[in-house]
């Protein structure tokens, strides 16, 4: 039987943090599912889609497993897909104990739906720092995020737009 994995997050945009955390998933478990959802709390900056893209890319560049997935899920509970693909552990990436806080009730109550446990992993210090919201905001204030997000993300963020 394999070990399946969910490591689900709005990633809009995808960090370095975000790939450190994929990246020691996938050497702990035989199949990673990178899921992009849509977190109804935050305004979105890059439509779903585009966000797999670069996720996609970002794992390319990297050369990471190809059992890694990349993906997107917006019907259902989060757990849904789990039991869909085999899952029975979903991976997040904390930064601080605020992200604790606000993870804590949803480990519980997945775990309370269908079994599935949540897995706090942290990602190297040299990102932990940088959150998706950061990089958002220095982007569009024309700031260098290149320190902060895989090449593909940087280059996207970063080419001029077209008016």
Known sequence: MSRVAV????FDPITLGHLDVIERAARIFDEVHVVVVH????T?????AQ???????AVADRALPRSII???WSVGLLV?????VGASVLIKGIRSQIDVAYETPMAIV????AGVETIFMLPDPAHAHVSSSLVRQVASLGGDVAPYVPRAVAEF???PTED
Do not use: F, H, W
């Open 51 to 57: 966000r797999v893209a670069l996720i996609e890319q």
């Open 70 to 72: 990349v993906t997107s």
């Open 7 to 10: 490591v689900p997050g709005s």
């Open 157 to 159: 963020l970063q080419a």
């Open 39 to 42: 977190n109804p709390a935050k």
């Open 80 to 84: 849904d897909y789990c039991t869909d």
């Open 110 to 113: 997945n775990r309370n739906l």
């Open 44 to 48: 979105a900056m890059l439509p779903i």
